[in-house]
T-cell receptor, first 110, second 115 residues
């Protein structure tokens, strides 16, 4: 099945520092989705990337899809305590099932 | 409804008992997923329903786990003879269909504790 590797597993930053999580696949992806799960909550959809080299921004969050469509990144500029949570990437197989990365757990120290 | 709902929100059961977890997807969503999430861990895929197609059961960890879905609505996940290692949050998610672009909407989960 479709597999996607996500790194790092954990990231601890001081408030105001930047944060990046990466997802990598050995195969070309049709698209990639990103989700955020707050502590004690459930995953919530953030964004979907479809085009090669695509870059999308949501306030301090920047999402990129690689030119070869085999990797993606989520970058947060000047983290805030509200950014705390686990960020998951997810890719969908041609049969429809969604495969999630193992997630990056972000901790932000005030 | 406004979103995916799951019941119960919490379930404490004794080892060896059977439990049934319920998921109500968003109306009109043909795809439904069940995941298991242990404390501090990622999402472990259990089962996927898409319309009238045969479900993808490849993630069910043992024959103690089973799930059903009535048409394109409610789904129940049943765990028989529960074990302590079954303790986790069970998340249900639905999406509009199997199209590649459809996002998943998650329910709040059922926290299962097996004592």
């Amino acid at each position: 099945g479709q597999q996607v590797m996500q790194i790092p597993q954990y990231q601890h930053v001081q408030e105001g520092e930047d944060f990046t999580t990466y997802c990598n696949s050995s195969t070309t992806l049709s698209n990639i989705q990103w989700y955020k799960q707050r502590p004690g909550g459930h995953p919530v959809f953030l964004i979907q990337l479809v085009k090669s080299g695509e870059v999308k921004k949501q306030k301090r969050l920047t999402f990129q899809f690689g030119e070869a469509k085999k990797n993606s990144s989520l970058h947060i500029t000047a983290t805030q305590t509200t950014d705390v949570g686990t960020y998951f990437c997810a890719v969908r197989s041609t049969l429809g099932r969604l495969y999630f990365g193992r997630g990056t757990q972000l901790t932000v120290w005030p | 409804g406004a979103g995916v709902s799951q019941s119960p929100s919490n379930k404490v059961t004794e080892k060896g008992k059977d439990v049934e977890l319920r998921c109500d997807p968003i109306s009109g969503h043909t795809a439904l997923y069940w995941y298991r999430q242990r404390l501090g861990q990622g999402l472990e895929f259990l089962i996927y329903f898409q319309g009238n197609s045969a479900p993808d059961k490849s993630g069910l960890p043992s024959d103690r786990f089973s799930a059903e879905r009535t048409g394109e609505s409610v789904s129940t996940l049943t765990i028989q003879r529960t074990q302590q290692e079954d303790s986790a949050v069970y998340l249900c998610a639905s999406s509009r269909g199997e199209q590649l672009s459809y996002e998943q909407y998650f329910g709040p989960g059922t926290r299962l504790t097996v004592t």
